[in-house]
């Protein structure tokens, strides 16, 4: 098993940043991929950035510039910087880290996410 925990949501002005954190703890493989989600409301929850073990990174369109995503393997952690955020930014964001099709796929708790003036 394997526990995740997000950390750094909240509320910011548009143009603003914020920095997600996510910890992992339990037994944690060391190929698995480490995403972040966002689900805003009335929508289905997308993807915004994936990072896997070996250092290859996929990043949403919609977020493609501002928004980085960066891994501490001996801190067990995946960060998302998240700069020059749009309202349509504001979701509850979700922390995963799985293992292709395996039981080895894990989900943190999320975060909320507002970008308001």
């Known amino acids: 098993q394997v526990q995740l925990v997000e950390s750094g949501g909240g509320l910011v002005q548009p143009g603003g940043s914020l920095r997600l954190s996510c910890t992992a703890s339990?037994?944690?493989?060391?190929?698995?991929?480490a995403g972040w989600y966002r689900q805003a409301p009335g929508k289905e929850r997308e993807l915004v950035a994936l990072?896997?073990?070996?250092?290859?990174?996929n990043i949403a369109d919609s977020v493609k510039g501002r928004f980085t995503i960066s891994r501490d393997n001996a801190k067990n952690t995946v960060d998302l910087q998240m700069n020059s955020l749009k309202p349509e930014d504001t979701a509850v964001y979700y922390c995963?880290?799985?293992?292709?099709?395996?039981?080895?796929?894990?989900w943190g708790q999320g975060t909320q996410v507002t970008v308001s003036s």
């Open positions: 990072l896997n073990s070996r250092g290859l990174r």
């Open positions: 995963r880290r799985w293992v292709g099709d395996t039981q080895y796929n894990y």
């Open positions: 339990g037994s944690i493989s060391s190929i698995d991929v």
